[in-house]
Antibody, heavy 120, light 107 residues
Framework: EVQLLESGGGLVQPGGSLRLSCAASGITFSSYAMGWVRQAPGQGLEWISAITGGGGDTWHADSVKGRLTISRDNSQRTLYLQMHSLRAEDTAIYYC??????????????WGQGTLVTVS | EIVLTQSPGTLSLSPGERATLSCRASQSVSRNYLAWFQQQPGQAPRLLIYGASSRATGIPDRFSGSGSGTDFTLTISRLEPEDFAMYYCQDYASSRTFGQGTRVEIK
């Protein structure tokens, strides 16, 4: 069974930093692209970042480019999201999601339960 | 960037009725790489449909997806109590953006 467990969320001041982690189990982690999707309170889903299975290629939405950085450690089966220069509008639940393949195109077929980041 | 527009914003129906949700893209979605997700309150999204019409593992056959190019539809043939939720479409070919969602609520 695929399990994705996010951690690292919490309350941070504007301009602060945070690192989110997503520990995966039940899969050959390096065989799948991974991504982050966030959801602000009462709002819809926003795709923000993705990385190929090998970690060689990454993509970030314009709204977070230069401030949020995705990475992965395949030996630890863990996905990361390094967050800098946080703003109030970054307040959201951050979901880790597993892609259907190692590289594009892929759809997000498994999701973690999310971790809440509050910037205030 | 492809913009996805979902309609209606809210669909009020009774259990047992048929639900038809629309997702319209501002440009053609490459190779129909369009996915649908369901989200219950307080829960993570769940994949329902990929490739516009393929059901994900474990998804009941009352859920079906159709369409191509710029117009896509998610149909729930007979609503069960657990189907009342938010639904999102996503273009996973290029922009990876989501539609704004359709809420299916109990009438």
């Amino acid at each position: 069974e695929v399990q994705l467990l996010e951690s690292g969320g919490g309350l941070v001041q504007p301009g602060g930093s945070l690192r989110l982690s997503c520990a995966a189990s039940g899969i050959t982690f390096s065989s799948y692209a991974m991504g982050w999707v966030r959801q602000a309170p009462g709002q819809g889903l926003e795709w923000i970042s993705a990385i190929t299975g090998g970690g060689g290629d990454t993509w970030h939405a314009d709204s977070v480019k230069g401030r949020l950085t995705i990475s992965r450690d395949n030996s630890q089966r863990t996905l990361y999201l390094q967050m800098h220069s946080l703003r109030a509008e970054d307040t959201a639940i951050y979901y880790c999601a597993k892609g259907s393949d190692a590289s594009r195109p892929y759809y997000f077929e498994n999701w973690g339960q999310g971790t809440l980041v509050t910037v205030s | 960037e492809i913009v996805l527009t979902q309609s209606p914003g809210t669909l009020s129906l009774s259990p047992g009725e048929r639900a038809t949700l629309s997702c319209r893209a501002s440009q053609s979605v490459s190779r129909n790489y369009l996915a649908w997700f369901q989200q219950q309150p307080g829960q993570a999204p769940r994949l329902l449909i990929y490739g516009a019409s393929s059901r994900a593992t474990g998804i009941p056959d009352r859920f079906s997806g159709s369409g191509s190019g710029t117009d896509f539809t998610l149909t729930i043939s007979r609503l069960e109590p657990e189907d009342f939720a938010m639904y999102y479409c996503q273009d996973y070919a290029s922009s990876r953006t989501f539609g704004q969602g359709t809420r299916v609520e109990i009438k």
